[in-house]
């Protein structure tokens, strides 16, 4: 997951989930519905990455489809973090 508060704007939050077929994005939103992304996904324990220029990049794409490989890297990268957060010692 990855959000954006920046003061002057609105909240902005995205979604992604790893699956057998790669990386896809399964939700996204600005103002109260990128509040309520982000409170689901601190409710249920998801790790949260705050990346405005990943936030931007995702956004461009529809829900649920798969991350094209130019945004790969970025991804894999906050999948990595996420992955380093949940399994740490």
Do not use: N, W
């Not at 601190?42 to 790790?47: D, Q, Y």
């Not at 489809?65 to 992955?83: F, G, K, M, W």
């Amino acid at each position: 997951m990855s959000t954006d508060e920046t003061p002057s704007l609105s909240p902005r939050a995205v979604a992604i989930a790893d699956s057998p077929d790669g990386p896809h994005l399964v939700a996204k939103g600005r103002g109260a519905l990128a509040e309520q992304i982000l409170a689901l996904a601190f409710a249920h324990g998801v790790k949260v990455r705050q990346d405005a220029a990943l936030t931007e990049m995702l956004e461009a794409f529809e829900v649920e489809s798969p991350i094209p490989a130019p945004a790969l890297d970025a991804v894999a990268a906050v999948l990595s973090h996420v992955y380093a957060a949940t399994h740490a010692a």
